[in-house]
Nanobody, 116 residues
């Protein structure tokens, strides 16, 4: 069973950048869409970005469009999320998630806190 391990979460000031990473334990990473899903305190889950198998097609939620960039390195079984111009409302636990029509594998999450 493949495992996903996120890293890179931190306390950052508003307007600052951050880069999240997610490493998969097997090369099955290369066979499926990948997503970043976040959950803010007291709120539901929100898919903020998705990327297809080859990295050619991406999706962004309106709330992050123009500020976040998703990418993947299939040779290293790694998914990335570059977060720029962070806002307080971006504070959340960010999960790396596998799947397109169904999310079938989740990482443990990494905390991003945006505060001055």
């Amino acid at each position: 069973q493949m495992q996903l391990v996120e890293s890179g979460g931190a306390l950052v000031q508003p307007g600052g950048p951050l880069r999240l990473s997610c490493v998969a334990s097997t090369s099955f990473f290369r066979t499926d869409w990948m997503n970043w899903v976040r959950q803010a305190p007291g709120k539901g889950l929100e898919c903020v970005s998705s990327i297809d198998i080859g990295g050619d097609s991406t999706y962004y939620a309106d709330s992050v469009k123009g500020r976040f960039t998703i990418s993947r390195d299939n040779a290293k079984n790694t998914l990335f999320l570059q977060l720029n111009r962070l806002r307080s409302e971006d504070t959340a636990v960010y999960y790396c998630v596998r799947g397109r029509d169904a999310y079938d594998l989740w990482g443990q999450g990494t905390q991003v806190t945006v505060s001055s």
